[in-house]
């Protein structure tokens, strides 16, 4: 049962709806749920197909990732469900706009991923005017959120746009992701913003306790961590009652206005960029690709393979 003190939203990050199911069989309740390339590479059902020595199609793959979203879509009928189009550094605005579009169509609750690169932020602002609820992932600056917000100024109401910072992978080099949490959330609620706060890369119970306490808006974490949560009674800390990390260096708060447009805003960042290229590398897993395969398939882009897939 959800504990009558906890305010902040908790989605599953996972591609596999077992781990759905046992969740709302352990904690009675799930407010959403996060799935990308990486997380449908790591779905029993794919690693079985790709032991077996197969690979999929373009076709097969897109297929798959509807067949998965669908059967977590129907377990959630009320959440969000977070669909990631597949991109690369390379993919256009144009594609990740079909693709996008496509895919929201896939499901009643979908929230499209796109990853803060220029490309994707075109994308967003476009998919936003017309109504497309996005997911913006990858997130490693205040000023990278802050092109977000702007970008997505057109959203129709709160929890049109989410962004997800993906603290762990700060932490991993010794900065402390959920300092930027918080710095987002001053930021936004400062300048007034409807983009909601996703803390993601989350994965232990600590951080997912400090996440809690930040007063984040929605927190992604895998089965593991919610099962460890659950075990121990589901505590809610309070805000800011959990000290920070003394031996993560604090990200400092920018001040950054939220009153140009986007492009104004710089958004590159290393991690980013590597975060894009594991979830390229995980999707072109599942396709096999190697230089037989490319010189023997037809060369279609993505956005042209998800729309075999329309409703």
């Not at 206005?257 to 492009?263: A, G, L, M, S």
Request: with cysteine; glycine share 6%; hydrophobic share 35%.
């Amino acid at each position: 049962m959800r504990p009558k003190n906890l305010r902040t939203k908790i989605f599953l990050d996972s591609g596999d709806p077992s781990d759905t199911k046992k969740i709302l069989q352990d904690i009675d309740f799930l407010d959403g749920q996060t799935t990308n390339p990486s997380l449908v590479a790591k779905n029993p059902q794919v690693r079985d197909h790709l032991k077996a020595g197969k690979s999929f199609s373009q076709e097969e793959a897109l297929l798959l990732y509807r067949d998965i979203v669908s059967e977590i879509s129907m377990l959630l009928p009320n959440g969000s469900v977070s669909v990631e189009v597949p991109a690369s550094a390379c993919t256009s605005a144009e594609e990740m706009y079909t693709s996008g579009k496509t895919m929201f169509g896939w499901i009643q609750n979908a929230h499209i991923k796109l990853p803060i690169i220029r490309a994707g932020l075109e994308t967003a602002k476009r998919l936003v005017d017309e109504g497309v609820r996005v997911n913006m992932t990858l997130c490693f600056t205040e000023s990278q959120a802050a092109a977000v917000a702007s970008a997505t100024r057109g959203a129709k109401q709160q929890g049109d746009v989410f962004i997800s910072p993906f603290v762990g992978r700060l932490d991993d080099r010794g900065e402390n992701g959920m300092s930027l949490v918080s710095n987002i959330i001053r930021m936004y609620q400062k300048e007034k913003s409807n983009t909601q706060v996703l803390a993601a890369s989350i994965r232990t119970l600590d951080m997912f306790l400090l996440a809690l306490a930040s007063g984040t808006d929605i927190i992604t974490a895998p089965y593991t961590v919610l099962k460890e949560w659950a075990d121990k009674g589901m505590p809610v800390p309070g805000y800011n009652t959990i000290p920070a990390d003394v031996n993560l260096r604090q990200i400092p708060y920018q001040r950054i206005k939220i009153d140009q447009e986007w492009q104004a805003y710089d958004i590159d960042h290393e991690l980013t960029e590597k975060g894009l290229q594991r979830f390229t590398d995980d999707w072109e897993s599942l396709l096999g690709i190697s230089q037989k395969h490319e010189e023997s398939k037809k060369k279609k882009s993505i956005s042209e393979k998800v729309s075999l897939f329309e409703k």
